[in-house]
């Protein structure tokens, strides 16, 4: 059967499989000595294949894992969790964790108390089975939000990780977006945990220690008449720190081109819609009018 997945979803699925092969490809003493000198091995695919579960052939019991560069972490909130006398949303059935012990925890005590930790995952194959398994934007209630952050930093600017950082974001109008919404959430998840985001990872020079990555986390949020997605950063730049506005800006112009598809001088702004741009958090705060970048 002919695959239906692109990109890198596709990928994501062949890097697996092919590895999993590559493990368990091995001859025997027997099969090498059997081989005449210039005579090609002949191996049976099938029979190599047998045992070996992809999450795409098997969401919940696969046994082949490929790390991820970092551990991430889905939360989710919606209207239904927000009422402690109602049901929670059956997002998933993994059981509830504790907030990590970050230093912001405490000063973001008030804003977490209704969002709720769904699970943790560290490899390929556990996060396309979270993804096979949960509701996708397009069909989540008004004022929900799922945030996918790096294991350890919670989803508020008072963690120590976001504080001094901001975020990327464009608001897309719910009535010519709904088709579209869900591929655009996956692949801002995938251009996350694949660290594709900051352009400065893979322009480092590989001799010497590549920076870290400005990506903390990344949120997809329903409202009533729009979907907004975010990416979040843990720095910003000043006014005269041009070496790190170039790297934020390469994070938005690849958000902008290589993930939701437009071209880079494309504008997007109208009734409720805004272009890719780009607010500290700091200045979030702030009421009234706020210093963006644009892309």
Do not use: C
């Amino acid at each position: 059967m002919e695959s239906t997945l692109t990109g890198s979803a596709l990928a994501a699925s062949r890097a697996a499989l092919s590895a999993a092969m590559a493990e368990n490809n091995v001859l025997t003493s027997d099969d090498v000595g059997s081989i005449e000198p210039g005579e090609i091995q002949e191996i049976n695919m099938e029979a190599q294949a047998e045992g070996i579960r992809t999450v795409f052939s098997d969401p919940t019991s696969f046994n082949v894992k490929h790390p991820l560069y970092s551990p991430w972490t889905l939360w989710f909130d919606s209207p239904m969790t927000k009422h402690r006398n109602l049901p929670q949303t059956p997002i998933s059935a993994v059981p509830q964790t504790p907030l990590p012990q970050t230093p912001g925890v405490a000063a973001a005590q008030g804003w977490m108390e209704d969002i709720k930790r769904v699970i943790s995952f560290d490899s390929v194959e556990e996060f396309w089975g979270l993804y096979n398994n949960i509701v996708p934007p397009s069909s989540l209630p008004s004022k929900a939000n799922y945030y996918l952050f790096k294991e350890g930093i919670i989803p508020a600017w008072e963690d120590e990780a976001n504080k001094y950082g901001g975020k990327w974001s464009i608001q897309l109008p719910k009535d010519k977006n709904k088709p579209n919404v869900d591929k655009m959430w996956l692949y801002t998840m995938l251009a996350a945990i694949g660290e594709t985001f900051d352009p400065s990872l893979a322009a480092s020079d590989p001799s010497g220690s590549p920076p870290n990555s400005l990506i903390t986390g990344v949120i997809v949020s329903t409202r009533q008449q729009f979907y907004r997605i975010s990416i979040w950063t843990r720095l910003a730049p000043g006014q005269d720190d041009d070496g790190l506005r170039e790297r934020i800006e390469g994070v938005g112009r690849h958000f902008k081109v290589k993930v939701l598809g437009y071209t880079e001088n494309q504008r997007l702004a109208g009734p409720l819609a805004t272009d890719v741009e780009f607010v500290t958090h700091k200045d979030s705060e702030k009421k009234g009018k706020t210093k963006k970048i644009t892309i």
